[in-house]
């Protein structure tokens, strides 16, 4: 039976220890069986210690490899990671606009764990009014969600008003992701439609093996726009491959290590369908 291929791009950083970044997206994409594409914007040397190396493409390399893909490949869902700076940002909203791109999700990554900068500081505000009108979902984790509402996120309440904002900026959906809730032992992430809430809770997973689950989060999501999924159901596909992936994490490196971009496979039942 000749099913259409789902294709999924990402525009992110490369991490050379291959947790975060492109390479999570990547496996998640392969993973949840959509083709996946990328287009880098930044070079990193990391592994699950930290950042080693920060070393951005030029805007001309961004807009050539968006290009290139939509050109000749197409896609069914974009996702944005590390953008590093405006120049970028201000590229890769041009493009979602010329392609007419719809399922459009934003990672708006900041700050490695290890506490290295992946976005400067004057970037953020091209993230709320370049890039932020024209998506279809962000996906800030708590710390992000505070710099780009500029209000610090203590309870539950103040996640709700957070979301409510960052839906005032354009953007149709907010996931305000909990993991860095810190000291909870039930982790809640919290998706505002616009109209109601929808909470997604899990158990907090004792491990320090939590190494780009952002990023495996945000590109299950995609991955599940690409098939068509509804925003509901997209979240509770990603919070089950993410949960699966770090219950089940590979303890590479002395740090962080990775998450399992492939244990999600038990969740669905043995062999990917
Ligand atoms: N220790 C953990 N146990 C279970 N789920 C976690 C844990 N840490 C993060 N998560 C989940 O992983 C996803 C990513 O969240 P978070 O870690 O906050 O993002 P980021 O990597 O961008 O900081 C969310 O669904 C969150 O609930
Ligand atoms: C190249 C690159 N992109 C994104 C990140 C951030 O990954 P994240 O999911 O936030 O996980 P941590 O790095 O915070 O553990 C990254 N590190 N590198």
């Known amino acids: 039976m000749n099913t259409k291929t789902l294709k999924a791009l990402t525009i992110a950083g490369s991490d ?55 050109a000749d490949i197409g896609i069914d869902a974009v996702k944005t990671g590390m953008l590093f ?17 719809g399922n459009v999700v934003v990672d708006p990554v900041m700050i490695a764990k ?45 996640r709700k008003e957070a979301a409510k904002q960052l839906y005032g900026l354009g953007v149709k ?12 032992t039930e982790l809640i992430d919290l998706l505002y439609d616009g109209k109601e809430f929808h909470s997604f809770t899990s158990k907090r997973i004792e491990t320090k093996h939590t ?27 990603a919070k089950a491959f993410i949960h699966a992936a770090i219950e089940n994490s590979l303890g590479i490196g002395n740090g962080h290590g990775p998450t399992n971009h492939w244990a999600y496979r038990n969740v669905r039942g043995g062999d990917v369908k």
């Open 85 to 101: 700076s405006t120049e970028i940002i201000e590229v890769v909203a041009r493009k979602v606009k010329q392609y007419e791109w």
């Open 211 to 237: 190494h780009g689950t952002g990023c495996t989060f945000s590109a299950a999501i995609t991955a599940e726009l690409a098939k068509g999924k509804d925003i509901l159901d997209a979240v509770r596909v």
């Open 16 to 70: 050379s220890g291959g947790g975060a970044g492109i390479q999570a997206d990547l496996k998640t994409f392969q993973e949840l069986d959509v083709f996946g594409m990328s287009a880098l914007s930044a070079v990193t040397a990391q592994n699950t210690l930290g950042v080693n190396g920060v070393y951005p493409l030029s805007t001309e390399a961004v807009s050539k490899q968006i290009d290139a893909v939509t």
């Open 114 to 158: 290890g506490g290295s900068r992946l976005l400067q500081e004057d970037a953020v505000k091209a993230i709320k009014e370049q890039l932020l009108p024209v998506s279809f979902v962000i996906t800030p984790n708590i710390p992000e969600a505070e710099v780009l509402t500029n209000k610090p996120i203590r309870t539950l309440e103040d």
């Open 173 to 184: 959906n907010v996931v305000i992701k909990g993991g860095h809730d810190e000291g909870q």
